[in-house]
């Protein structure tokens, strides 16, 4: 069975300073996908990456990064000089590659950027 | 512009009452999605469609029903035999079900009971 677990339900930044969100996924799987999603406090939700499985290359995106270990079966997401409006709750996702229902979302990540 | 359109954005129920939850897609994707989510909680999978004319049950599909007659259309009825309707639910559109393509969402309705 897949699983997503983000270990921290809720995370306080004072806004300049740097965080990571944990995701640990489970899979049996050799090829899946892995995704992260942000849902500001209008509610809906944003899609910001996509790794393949094949691809463990770690990806910057102005101020995000991602760092996918497939040895520890982690795709953590860092913000670097946090801002207010990054708070946000943040889902991590894993797909198989195969067809059927296959999306598994995590339960999320609620970031709180002080000012 | 393409997307899914989600409408209303705010919807009110009363006692026995079935009420249904539009959602639209131009993104000609095959597959569509219907979530809910509680207060402070998670994305729950109501049901699913990988084609038109198909659809299957998600995990918490009592009280509620689709139809999908059209690629582009995903309607969700939730219904009297549903008896804690209020959330937020999150319609979502796929390119296929097996691609490494994301789902897309809406803005999502806000269900309320009077």
């Known amino acids: 069975a897949q699983k997503v677990t983000q270990a921290q339900t809720e995370i306080s930044v004072v806004e300049k300073e740097d965080v990571t969100l944990d995701c640990v996924y489970e899979t049996r799987d050799t090829t899946y996908y892995l995704f992260w999603y942000k849902q500001p406090p209008s509610g809906e939700l944003v899609f910001l990456i996509r790794?393949?499985?094949?691809?463990?290359q770690n990806e910057i995106s102005g101020r995000y990064s991602w760092n996918f270990q497939k040895s520890t079966s982690s795709f953590n997401f860092t913000i670097t000089a946090s801002q207010v409006v990054d708070s946000a709750v943040y889902f991590c996702a894993l797909s198989r590659a195969n067809y059927g229902q296959n999306f598994v979302f995590g339960p999320g990540t609620r970031l709180s950027v002080l000012p | 512009d393409g997307g899914i359109t989600q409408s209303p954005k705010y919807l009110f129920r009363k006692e026995g009452q079935n009420v249904t939850l539009s959602c639209e897609q131009n993104?000609?994707?095959?597959?569509m999605y219907w979530y809910r989510q509680d207060p402070g909680q998670g994305l729950r999978l109501i049901y699913y469609?990988?084609?038109?004319?198909?659809?299957q049950k998600g995990d918490i599909a009592e009280g509620y029903s689709v139809s999908r007659e059209k690629k582009e259309s995903f309607p969700l009825t939730v219904t009297s035999a549903q008896k804690n309707p209020t959330a937020f639910y999150l319609c979502?559109?796929?390119?296929?079900?097996?691609?490494?393509?994301?789902?897309?969402f809406g803005d999502g309705t806000r269900l309320s009971i009077l």
């Open positions: 993104l000609n994707h095959d597959a």
């Open positions: 469609s990988q084609i038109v004319n198909d659809f």
């Open positions: 790794r393949n499985s094949f691809d463990e």
């Open positions: 979502a559109s796929r390119l296929r079900p097996d691609s490494n393509q994301p789902q897309h």
